[in-house]
Structures are given as C-alpha cells and as structure tokens.
C-alpha cells in the first residue's frame, strides 16, 4: 500500500477485529479496512446453514468491487464523482447479489446482513447503513449514534411504544426490519458527516452495542491508548458481559492536525 496514493489516507488511522464471541461457534460477522480508498465496512450475516457468513462476506465483496473503480487514487479526489450515488448504487448492487444466490442455492435460502460503511473523503465522512449494525461518532466527550437501528424495538421507542431503556432489554430488540439480500429492493439510509479534528468514528455489530452500555464505550474510547488498545478493550467488555454473539469493532480517526502527513496506521485483528 503506497503512503502517497491518496493525500487522504495518509491522514486517516483505523483498527478493525471480528471475534466468534462466548456462545457461537462461528463467525458471521465480517469487517474490510481499506485506508488507502477511504472506505470501512462492516457486516453482520444472518440465515442457515453458515449462510450468514456467505452473505455478509458477499456483501463486502461485491461493495469494494462497486467501489473500486470510483475509489482509485486517480480520482478520489476528483469533483467529478458523486459519492452518494456510487454507494447508493454499490450498496443495491450487492443486495442483488445476495438476493440471486439465495435464491440459486437452497441451502443459502432466506440469508442475509446487515451493512455499516463509511466512505473518509476530503474531510467528510459518507455513512450508510441498513439494519442494526451502527456507527457512533467519539469526540472527546460525547458519544453520538449518526446511525437509526432498522430494528422492530426502534420502531416501537420511535412511536413511543418503548422507552429507551426497555429497548435495551426487549426481548425482541434482535428482530431486524431491514437487511441486504432479503428482498429484491433495499432500502439505504445515506448520512454525510463533517469530521471535526480528533473525532473517533465507530462501526461495530450488535455483538458490541447489545451488551456493552454507550457510556461504557464512550469511556473506553477516552483513555489514553491506540486505537487497537481500545478495539480490543471494547470486544473484551461485550465479552465478558457473555459474548452472546459475534463482536466486530471498526474504529477510525483523522489526525488532529489535517496537515500531518506523516504516516497513518491500519490493521485488523
């Protein structure tokens, strides 16, 4: 990966790990940090027979395939890319494809996933999602959900059904309302955020945000550490609150100082 590929990635560090959790014996989660592109995606597969991994796996291929052209260092940060529409398009792109081969392959039948992803271009950061994967922005002090779960206990605190805290223990928090692969046609919610200096992007699976409280995260955020340090702190806390499901974590930042460029950290665990 070329340091000077992309004036944007060299401003960008990012940490990513996925891990099976305490009960499943599998991982259908699946996470792709791309610092070169500017490009993090996270996805939660769900159906029969280790078909969740299947489509979340698929989903992210078939994104980065979509993206790949529009995201070389040759344009990225050109004006002549509308941003909104190629990942709009990538996202409805992959549904198609989850779609097709559940409906190819019986034993992949009803499978599907939830999508979190953020595009890092020119200061700003493109989010889209569907279902209840989520992104949280850090920034210092406050932990903010850009985020809305697609989930049927959202929908009930949205109508004021629920409070917010009988949602987090709703036995129905799970069921989703929205998810790629499911249908023909998905929805996406699109959302552009201003990155302001020092802010913590987190994109993460309910493995993390059903069992590990936004106060815990957001302390865990603030100490003094790597990104990998809090990564791993993060699927240690939902761990040790059971690790009821599998715990995938994106953490992304920009360097405080926009001008800095020297150097940028990516990994995944």
């Keep these: 990966m070329s340091n000077n590929a992309n004036k944007n990635s060299s401003k960008i560090d990012a940490f990513g790990i996925t891990d099976v959790g305490q009960v499943r014996d599998h991982n259908e989660d699946a996470i792709d940090c791309d610092i070169e592109r500017g490009m993090f995606i996270l996805a939660d597969g769900m159906g029969g027979h280790n ?3 299947i489509a979340s796996a698929l989903a ?37 494809e989850i779609f097709e081969q559940a409906l190819e392959n019986t034993e992949y039948a009803g499978m599907g996933t939830t999508l979190v992803m953020s595009l890092i271009q020119n200061g ?24 809305t779960d697609h989930s049927l206990v959202q929908e009930m605190v949205d109508n004021g059904y629920l409070s917010e805290d009988e949602a987090y223990s709703a036995v129905s928090r799970n069921l989703i309302t929205r998810a790629l692969g499911i249908s023909e046609e998905v929805e996406v919610d699109l959302i552009e955020h201003e990155i302001q200096p020092g802010d913590i992007f987190l994109l993460c699976s309910d493995g993390l945000s ?3 409280l936004d106060e815990e995260i957001s302390a865990i955020l603030n100490e003094p550490g790597s990104l990998s340090d809090a990564g791993k702190k993060l699927v240690a806390a939902a761990n040790e609150k059971g690790g009821k499901d599998n715990i995938s974590v994106i953490l992304i930042t920009m360097r405080k100082a926009f001008s800095d460029d020297s150097g940028y950290e990516a990994s995944v665990a």
């Excluded at 790949?68 to 509308?82: C, G, Q």
């Design 124 to 147: 700003k950061a493109l989010i889209a999602n569907v279902g209840d994967s989520r992104l949280y922005v850090n920034n210092g002090e406050t932990l903010t959900q850009l985020t």
């Design 60 to 96: 992210i291929e078939s994104i980065k395939h979509a993206l790949y052209d529009v995201l070389t260092p040759e344009i990225i940060d050109s004006e002549i890319v509308d941003y909104n529409d190629a990942l709009y398009e990538a996202i409805t792109y992959a549904n198609t």
């Design 210 to 212: 059903d069992l590990v």
């Design 51 to 53: 078909a969740g991994e």
